[in-house]
């Protein structure tokens, strides 16, 4: 009977730990994700404000022509 609870209690800790590992794993899969995300989105900003400058830029240029 004794080995039958400790058996029983090894399990359950078995179980938790790897119930914990399969959530870190979800965890660290969404963090990655999330980074992936944020760097397209940075790149996208980063393109968006170059284009910006650029059509600013042909602007004064254009301002300087026509004085």
Known sequence: MKNAVIALLLSTL????????????SAAALKKQELEQGRATMDKVQ???????????QRAAQADETK
Do not use: F, I, L
Request: proline letters at 0%.
């Open 14 to 25: 078995a179980a938790c730990g790897v119930e914990t590992a399969s959530t870190a794993a």
């Open 47 to 57: 393109r968006d404000v170059e284009a910006v400058g650029k059509q600013m830029a």
